[in-house]
């Protein structure tokens, strides 16, 4: 598949499960969200073997790791015990208890380790993310909360700490929404008050035989307690009289971050089924979001904004600058399939096209080329990955649930802003990808990646987890990851925007790690790879801000001279500190 993306044409990928589609009279939303599996197929679930200028790119290291026969639909790549080591924390299921595979450092692989609940835990989904300032991660569990879960939970929030090399989580708090149907939590810090904030994706309500959407809940924090400020969602609490329920509520499976508009301030971008539109909130004040979804071309095509519920089945929303103009592109992920009428939507890329306010996108959606009877797609993941440190961001995607026909996409982006699929040539075109993580497994500052396997409509298949090593050789290119360390803003500096400057061409980039339904969590540390050009400066937007005499709300700025490290053609792993000091990732800010 090619997708060709020039200013004016935006290109497409991303991802979805299995949703099904909106009946005229009743919504009928999926009941088993880990899909059907039922069949018994022996598919052909491994990569093909890689081949031509792209053999040895990817080398599967799966043993070599210590991960061999692990399985996993959603992975989190994060130093839990804070040993300066990434680890890998896996839910083999779609719901499950979690494994944790501590990297030995000496030994170089992950080892299972016990698990520091003192309880046992069931999680859809988990959120690395420290709301305490102490340096160590707590831990978010989230669960969707259908009716096949025989016990239901609340998001429950646990307190992680770190004694003699060991960790350990205790409860701390329930989040004051009840049992809600959450498919994402997304961390953020919406006002710049230093702590972290919770927007949850709430999907569709299963207490009565029509299911109803959930109004999505906004919540601040201030370490472990949350506060449920919802009403700030301008509208999507509003109620009918004559049905008695929230007529702007929307099925939303997915949620992510990102300064869309570039005031400083983070919006949420939503991922709706059903063919609801997605949402766009952009956050004006600091205090209020307003959805500016249609307006922007962000909810759906120009041909689904004409009906009733003309957008597609969404799962996440990836932003960045993929053609480095300036603007924020997004990659949208849904489901299609041949049955679907035209205009329901399909994955796109969406190409920022104004920095005026509201910001405006032209979309380019994309499906298979060669239709046969039957095709289906589902993209569930994306992740940005410039495999060869040429400076042009590339595009991993996990098209997953339809085998044997769903396998992972890898998507080259060429000079001219092409995307080329290379999947196949680079032999990682893996059946059923799931829960793919971006990590630097060696060191070398050439980015891996890890991805597990679902069993969606694939029957008893022996799925199991797959470590792809990247072998790109350097030859003179550079790059570079940031690590953000906040004193006043959270720990991390998550949702605080970067702006990297070489001699030749300015990159975009955030620090947000989780997105998208039942999120999996990337390696910390926001990446570019700059090919032979030579760093200049790095600005960052940090996401803790003050007010001015009218109340409006400003980040705090800081830009760091990048002019005396010897960064050219090599690697540099740094910490930003929000006092101004750039030190290597060894040393420690505060």
């Not at 069931?122 to 160590?136: E, K, M, P, Q, T």
């Not at 039957?374 to 400076?391: K, T, V």
């Not at 026909?405 to 075109?429: C, K, T």
């Not at 200049?536 to 009218?550: H, T």
Request: aromatic letters at 10%; one cysteine or more; a negative charge.
């Amino acid at each position: 598949m090619i997708l060709s993306i020039s200013k004016k044409h935006s290109f497409l990928l991303a991802l979805l499960i299995v949703l099904s589609g909106c009946a005229d009279k009743k919504i009928r939303p999926i009941v088993d969200v880990g899909g059907p599996r039922e069949q018994s197929i022996p598919y052909d679930i491994n990569p093909v073997k890689a081949s031509g200028n792209y053999a040895g790119v990817f080398v599967d290291k799966t043993e070599e790791y210590g991960l061999k026969g692990i399985q996993a639909v959603h992975m989190y790549a994060v130093d839990v015990n804070n040993d300066g080591a990434t680890d890998l924390v896996v839910l083999d299921d779609f719901l499950a208890s979690p494994k944790f595979y501590f990297f030995n450092k000496k030994e170089k692989k992950f080892q299972l380790g016990p698990s520091p609940f003192s309880e046992l835990v069931r999680a859809s989904y988990l959120n690395f993310i420290d709301l305490d300032h102490d340096g160590v991660l707590d831990v978010i569990v989230g669960n969707l909360n259908q009716k096949s879960e025989v016990t239901q939970y609340p998001a429950r929030v646990f307190k992680g700490i770190v004694a003699g090399g060991k960790v350990s989580y205790v409860q701390k708090a329930t989040l004051p929404t009840g049992i809600l149907p959450t498919a994402s939590i997304v961390p953020f810090d919406f006002n710049l008050d230093g702590e972290i904030d919770l927007y949850l994706a709430n999907w569709f309500s299963q207490k009565d035989l029509n299911p109803k959407p959930v109004p999505d809940s906004l919540l601040q924090g201030k370490g472990f307690e949350f506060t449920n400020i919802s009403t700030q969602l301008q509208g999507e609490y509003e109620v009918s009289r004559s049905d008695k329920g929230y007529p702007n509520a929307t099925p939303t499976f997915g949620a992510s971050v990102c300064d869309v508009d570039k005031n400083g301030l983070p919006d949420i971008m939503t991922n709706n089924s059903n063919g609801y539109y997605n949402k766009l909130w952009l956050n004006v004040d600091g205090k209020n979001f307003t959805n500016y979804g249609t307006i922007t071309g962000y909810a759906a095509d120009g041909e689904g904004t004409a009906e009733t519920k003309g957008g597609g089945n969404s799962f996440f929303s990836l932003c960045g600058d993929y053609n480095n103009d300036g603007f924020v592109d997004i990659v949208v992920g849904n489901l299609a399939k041949d049955s679907d009428a035209e205009t329901h939507d399909k994955s796109a890329i969406l190409t920022g096209s104004t920095g005026t306010f509201p910001p405006k996108f032209y979309r380019t959606e994309i499906f298979p080329e060669e239709k046969t009877d039957n095709w289906s797609e589902g993209n569930r993941r994306g992740i940005w990955l410039d495999y060869n440190l040429d400076g042009r961001i590339d595009l991993l995607i996990a098209n997953s649930g339809f085998p044997p026909s769903s396998r992972m996409l890898f998507y080259e982006q060429q000079a001219d802003h092409e995307y080329i699929d290379r999947a196949r040539e680079m032999g990682v075109n893996l059946m059923n990808p799931s829960g793919m993580v971006s990590i630097d497994l060696n060191g070398d500052g050439v980015m891996d990646f890890i991805s597990g396997q679902s069993k969606v409509r694939a029957g008893d298949i022996s799925s199991h987890v797959y470590v792809f090593e990247n072998q790109t050789k350097r030859q003179g290119r550079g790059s570079i990851r940031f690590h953000l360390q906040g004193k006043k803003s959270n720990y991390h500096g998550i949702s605080s925007t970067l702006t990297f400057r070489t001699t030749k061409v300015a990159r975009f980039g955030e620090a947000n790690y989780a997105y998208g339904s039942l999120p999996s969590q990337n390696e910390e540390g926001v990446y570019f790879a700059f090919g032979t050009e030579t760093p200049k400066n790095v600005e960052v937007r940090w996401s803790i801000g003050n007010s001015d005499r009218l109340g409006r709300i400003s980040p705090l700025v800081k830009t760091y001279n990048l002019q005396k490290l010897s960064g050219k053609g090599k690697h540099l792993e740094l910490n930003l500190c929000e006092d101004g000091r750039v030190l290597p990732k060894s040393k420690k800010c505060y």
